[in-house]
């Protein structure tokens, strides 16, 4: 298993940005991809974007060109850089590690509202 810690969120007004981190500790070489989800209130938690162990990212279509993931693995961290935000952007954000067997760790979520 992997602890994650996420960290970053917050309440801005629509344009500004955010950076969230999440912190890894435990069984990190197991790890395959790290990824960024959200839930809004009363809908599904949905992917963002991930980024593998190779560095390969991807991104959902409704951030892509605003949001960027990476990952310092000297610091066992995973940023999500947060540009242009909208109000419809307004979620728990949460970070996740996904391992080979199928297996999901996720953090216990932060924050980001985006007032208009």
């Known amino acids: 298993q992997v602890q994650l810690v996420e960290s970053g969120g917050g309440l801005v007004q629509a344009g500004d940005s955010l950076r969230l981190s999440c912190v890894a500790s435990?069984?990190?070489?197991?790890?395959?991809?790290m990824g960024w989800y959200r839930q809004a209130p009363g809908k599904q938690r949905e992917l963002v974007a991930t980024v593998t162990s190779g560095g390969r990212t991807n991104y959902v279509v409704s951030v892509k060109g605003r949001f960027t993931i990476s990952r310092d693995n000297a610091k066992n961290t995973v940023y999500l850089q947060m540009n242009s935000l909208k109000p419809e952007d307004t979620a728990v954000y949460y970070c996740?590690?996904?391992?080979?067997?199928?297996?999901?760790?996720w953090g216990q979520g932060t924050q980001v509202t985006v007032s208009s």
């Open positions: 435990g069984s990190i070489f197991r790890v395959i991809v």
């Open positions: 996740a590690a996904h391992f080979s067997n199928l297996e999901v760790s």
